[in-house]
């Protein structure tokens, strides 16, 4: 145990390192965004994200909104938390089901390094689907391992808690109870020689209990989330094509086999993790790896307990696959089968049948075998070093990847210029790539990234000293470029249009212009200070003016024809531009 432990503790505190090196990015930005702008309710918990339902997540991001600033540390040591639960549990489910011997190491090994873990590890919005998952998993693992049959009432209730805690954080969690009742044909047919249809009649007796309570918790869980979930968002458009699927199967697994060899030896290219793509060079020395393997399996535990894992591991592995063809080729299409987060049961299931080979054995020692059994821990220690060595340098190198540095310097730099002034009126602009992605249509937007609500931050309000973040998250001027609506000239040449004491000014586009989030822009000039009120797609909006010549920026949810310009105080205003355009940080 001296030694499990160890693992245990080093895997935690690179983990911390990791965390530490990592940054919100994508989803997580919109996780706090809702979090910090919706009450907290049912209705806000039970909301459709994309197709996902997950109050569990939405409930840590309100936390992490509301007592934290939004800071990455609260948010790291959230997943940190959750890690530390996931270690107790993988080495509690090991000890479970292989016992104290020197072999569990080689599972516990697998499931706390292998590389398909760093993306659900160090993307938040990731780590709050997938660590939950696999405790989900593992906890279920352990407790029907634990009672052997013999279920009490509080054994009963601690794995329905283990299943409604996965279900809590990601829809997927449904696959806890088969792939669990998986594990447990797999381990039992490894222990003995008794038929495989024996096996799994005597565990559905001995379960009968535990498959009723999944059962009821299931379909209760099915019928909420078809009343809270759009389907029509979790399911791919437009159909697959034979060629999608199999595409995607072969990136699937190519990704799953380099990542159980500990690979994939290089980071990923691009900007992030997801896409766990290696080289047909790492593919292939994986494939031999992995292949080296099977045969010292078939050796050590025999064909018929490598068969029956490779079995078990294959069907989880392929549920896996179709659901993710299903459900998520929308994305990037068949590369999106790369993302470990959709294997988290293979994984298990796949380290879980090593250990099942190995050491779920109540027979004799294999002939073959029988010969080198006093080498067995030096062939144990071996095959973890090359493992643990292999994965380190991987975690390594795709940590380096999502450290997410330009994304922690960008945001850090907007905050900073937004503490450090009064109440700022900015325009909410598109943000970089890097911090969220385009595709995330209406959720591309500075508000998300900058949601903190104790931000001295005004978004999309009428002003005339409006301002924009660039790039680097420096706050500038805002500025008009590639016009597409312009009210042209007014009718005093010197004026523009002129809104004086009971005067308004009447401008117009000549035709409605649909804004799309864009502001109008007003130029004007005045003598003195004053305030006039702006009418258009039928909203009124009081504006402070500046002396001089200067700009307003009026924004409306409505296509615009028609604008109202009415003196309020100060002295009269000549408007001499109205134009409609594309937001810019000026130089």
């Not at 706390?112 to 405790?135: D, K, N």
Request: charged share 15%; hydrophobic share 50%.
């Amino acid at each position: 145990m001296a030694a499990v432990l160890t693992i245990g503790a080093g895997v935690l505190a690179y983990r911390i390192w990791q965390l530490s090196q990592s940054y919100f990015w994508q989803d997580d930005f919109i996780y706090l965004h809702r979090a910090d702008t919706t009450r907290l309710s049912a209705s806000f918990l039970l909301q459709d994200y994309h197709g996902h339902l997950m109050p569990g997540s939405l409930l840590v991001a309100k936390g992490v909104a509301q007592f934290s600033e939004h800071r990455w540390l609260a948010a790291a040591s959230v997943v940190l938390f959750l890690e530390l639960a996931k270690v107790l549990l993988v080495v509690a489910a090991s000890v479970k089901l292989f016992g104290r011997r020197w072999g569990v190491l080689l599972p516990i090994t697998v499931l706390l390094l292998t590389p398909m873990w760093v993306t659900p590890t160090l993307w938040w919005a990731a780590a709050l689907q997938s660590l939950p998952l696999q405790i989900s998993l593992l906890a279920t693992i352990w407790l029907v391992a634990r009672h052997q049959g013999a279920f009490t009432a509080g054994g009963l209730l601690g794995i329905a808690a283990a299943l409604a805690f996965g279900l809590a954080f990601w829809e997927k969690a449904i696959v806890v109870p088969p792939t669990a009742l998986i594990v447990v044909l797999l381990v039992e047919a490894c222990r003995n020689l008794d038929p495989l249809w024996r096996t799994t009649a005597d565990a559905i007796s001995r379960l009968r209990w535990v498959i009723a309570t999944w059962l009821i918790m299931l379909a209760s869980y099915l019928a909420l989330f078809l009343s809270r979930v759009d389907l029509g968002t979790q399911v791919s458009d437009g159909g697959i094509r034979a060629e999608q699927g199999i595409a995607a199967l072969r990136h699937a697994s190519l990704a799953f086999v380099v990542g159980l060899a500990g690979g994939p030896w290089r980071a990923t290219g691009g900007t992030d993790t997801i896409a766990l793509t290696p080289s047909s060079g790492s593919a292939f020395l994986a494939i031999q790896v992995v292949v080296v393997g099977v045969i010292a399996l078939v050796v050590v535990g025999g064909p018929r307990r490598v068969v029956l894992a490779l079995l078990a591991t294959g069907v989880v592995f392929l549920v896996d696959t179709v659901a993710v063809v299903l459900t998520r080729l929308d994305l990037v299409g068949p590369e999106q089968a790369t993302d470990p987060r959709y294997f988290t049961e293979s994984v298990i299931v796949a380290a879980i049948a090593i250990g099942a080979c190995l050491l779920s054995t109540d027979l004799g020692p294999n002939p073959l075998t029988a010969r080198f059994l006093h080498l067995r821990h030096l062939f144990l220690a071996l095959a973890i070093f090359v493992f643990a060595n292999s994965a380190v340098i991987t975690q390594q190198s795709l940590t380096e990847v999502a450290a997410r540095r330009d994304t922690r310097s960008f945001v850090t730099e907007a905050r900073a210029q937004a503490e450090g002034r009064g109440v700022v009126d900015v325009f909410d602009g598109p943000v970089p790539e890097r911090v969220i992605g385009s595709f995330f249509a209406a959720d591309h937007k500075m508000s998300r990234v900058l949601a903190d609500h104790r931000l001295p931050i005004r978004w999309n309000v009428a002003s005339s000293d409006l301002h924009i973040f660039d790039g680097l998250g420096v706050l500038r001027p805002a500025d008009l470029k590639d016009v597409v609506a312009d009210a042209g000239q007014g009718p005093l040449r010197d004026c523009g249009w002129l809104a004086a004491p009971g005067q308004p000014a009447q401008l117009s586009f000549g035709e409605p212009v649909s804004l799309g989030g864009r502001p109008v822009m007003l130029a004007y000039y005045t003598r003195t200070a004053g305030e006039v009120d702006i009418t258009l797609g039928g909203r009124t909006q009081p504006v402070v003016l500046e002396e001089g010549l200067n700009r307003m920026w009026i924004f409306s949810g409505r296509a615009v024809q028609a604008i109202e310009v009415r003196h309020v105080q100060g002295a009269p205003v000549c408007v001499t531009e109205a134009k409609v355009g594309t937001v810019w940080p000026k130089s």
